[in-house]
């Protein structure tokens, strides 16, 4: 079995309901998808004047082979109504293969990797959402990593579901455990100054967060504490108070030789999933106030 994320996209008709509808042809003749992103929009890429786009990326594990699955995803697009007239044209729904395991694919009609997306926000940034730590095995770096370093001016808006109205609606752009008012009274009007805070935050973090993740695996507790400590500070820095707290508990249950390891593991991964959260959106700040400069 592989695992596979595949990249959705629709900028005409119906949106969300092509990409709904493609989610199900998927599932059916491909395998059951396994989680799926936020939707997201964002200015068409590689062609001005087109309609937004919404895009979503879904995982799936299949033991069908990558040129199968590029079959399968050919046949559902033309089924939806795709016409290849024109590179980066309007579409009802384009789905591309953005991973298939580990593997590097050079074949006619089919690259795996895709080889264009560490060059895209659309593509980075839900696939940080949902994978921040998977690798690219051809960049060797992590798709947190290659959102930090990308170079797209294209803003991209986060949308969640909203079960209650059945609609798609705006996310905040900036979670609730995330307060940057103590950085921006210290930068005293300085984008250059945010921005490379919030670029050190970025790399440094997940570093600290996969020390603890290993340091959990290991049953390590000497080195979750110390993780765990020297990430707070940074964490208060940046506002997130709520994961400040919850990471001090992780650290104070580390020092205390883990009694309830299930606990612990289970506390972490609730601040992780959290901080992750902040890091894409610190993502799009930093965006934001690089365009500024």
Excluded: C
């Amino acid at each position: 079995m592989q695992s596979v994320f595949l990249l959705l996209g629709s900028n005409l008709g119906d949106r969300e309901s092509f990409l709904k509808i493609a989610i199900e042809r998927i599932a059916a003749a491909i395998a059951p998808v396994l989680q799926r992103s936020s939707v997201y929009e964002t200015q068409s890429w590689g062609k001005t004047g087109e309609p937004d786009y919404l895009n979503q990326v879904i995982w799936l594990s299949t033991d069908l082979s990558a040129r199968e699955v590029l079959q399968k995803i050919l046949a559902i697009e033309e089924d939806l109504g795709r016409h290849r007239e024109e590179k980066w044209g309007s579409r009802t729904i384009d789905i591309d293969i953005l991973f298939y395991g580990a593997e590097i694919i050079n074949e006619p009609g089919l690259q795996v990797p895709h080889p264009d997306l560490h060059k895209r926000r659309f593509t980075l940034a839900p696939l940080a959402e949902m994978a921040p730590y998977l690798v690219h095995p051809v960049l060797k770096k992590n798709i947190l990593t290659l959102e930090t370093e990308l170079i797209d001016d294209l803003h991209v808006k986060r949308y969640i579901y909203n079960e209650d109205h059945n609609e798609l609606m705006l996310q905040n752009s900036i979670p609730q455990d995330l307060d940057l008012s103590i950085l921006e009274e210290i930068a005293d009007g300085s984008n250059e100054f945010l921005v490379e805070s919030i670029d050190m935050f970025l790399h440094q973090t997940p570093e600290l967060l996969k020390t603890i993740a290993n340091g959990l695996a290991a049953e390590d507790w000497t080195i979750v504490a110390q993780a765990s400590h020297k990430l707070k500070p940074n964490l208060g820095f940046f506002g997130m108070l709520i994961s400040q707290g919850m990471m001090q508990e992780v650290e104070l249950m580390a020092k205390a030789g883990a009694p309830a390891p299930d606990v612990l593991n289970a506390k972490f991964v609730d601040v992780q999933a959290i901080i992750e959260d902040n890091l894409h959106s610190l993502v799009r700040i930093k965006a934001e106030k690089e365009a500024e400069l």
